[in-house]
């Protein structure tokens, strides 16, 4: 269930909207929002952003009042111009990665950010099982990251690539997102019918 939470911070009221099962991670983003406040001051204008993890946040100042209101990018429709004020898919995504991390043993996240860009066959579609590969590039905001189906037909190797957005990922399979956070020479193949992951870690570069 979607719930509001707020809390004071040097005077200012912010709220934030998640669903009940991320309120821990929710009310975390209220610590770190204290902290960065503490070293840049948030408040001091009328609409902040900042970058947590994966994504943005943007702190905007209410029409009345000192109240402020945290938003993440629209998800749901266009993440590079709209917002939305359900934080549920930004903090999950950001669980995901972390528990990614935690399984292959690794502490140290390789950034990705929502509006970087994924290579993906256009014969890729819900419910095929897939490869994803990381490759190193120099490119800004290319993530490196390709997927292509794991068993194409001809005529799915015929069919182009097309470059989108990592958060675009969410509307073909949200489980790939905490997938992205791998490092270079990483490779996995999901298995829809087990729906599991196989995580290759052989050719990472140390």
């Known amino acids: 269930m979607l719930k509001k939470y707020t809390k004071v911070i040097e005077g200012h009221t912010i709220s934030l909207s998640c669903d009940e099962s991320v309120e821990t991670q929710g009310q975390a983003l209220f610590r770190i929002l204290e902290q960065q406040n503490k070293l840049t001051p948030l408040f001091s204008q009328e609409a902040c952003t900042i970058r947590i993890g994966w994504t943005y946040y943007y702190i905007e100042k209410q029409k009345t009042g000192n109240d402020y209101i945290l938003t993440c990018p629209d998800f749901q429709n266009d993440p ?3 917002k939305m004020e359900d934080i549920t898919a930004a903090i999950m995504v950001q669980n995901m990665m972390m528990d990614t991390l935690s399984k292959i043993k690794r502490k140290d996240a390789h950034n990705i950010f929502f509006a970087d860009s994924v290579t993906v066959s256009q014969a890729v579609v819900p419910g095929r099982d897939l490869c994803l590969q ?6 800004k ?5 390709t997927i292509v189906l794991e068993h194409p037909s001809e005529e799915d ?3 182009p ?5 990592v958060c675009h990922l969410l509307k073909l399979n949200p489980a790939l997102m905490g997938l ?7 490779k996995v193949i999901t298995s829809n019918e ?7 870690l052989k050719d990472v570069e140390k």
Request: hydrophobic share 40%; proline share 3%.
């Open 161 to 165: 690539m097309v470059n989108v957005l």
């Open 194 to 200: 087990q729906k599991s992951f196989h995580i290759n």
């Open 157 to 159: 190797k015929a069919k």
């Open 134 to 139: 990381r490759m190193e590039t120099k490119k």
């Open 80 to 82: 590079t111009k709209g």
């Open 180 to 186: 992205l956070v791998l490092p270079v020479g990483a």
């Open 141 to 145: 905001g290319d993530s490196g990251w």
